[in-house]
């Protein structure tokens, strides 16, 4: 059985097992579905992560 998770950029699944890229932000490491969407995420990762404690 295959575990997925969504890309938190682009909301596509991603494979847990395999991802297309991974980063580490806020002590979480996030998974992608690609490094082009890796990329978009570390350019502006409050955007994504919703978490701006404002
Ligand atoms: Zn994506």
Redesign the pocket.
Known sequence: MTTTTE??????P?DEQNP?ATASFDAQTYL???E??RDEFLADPGRFVGNTGS
């Open positions: 890309c938190p950029v682009c909301g596509m991603v297309g992608f579905c690609s082009s969407c």
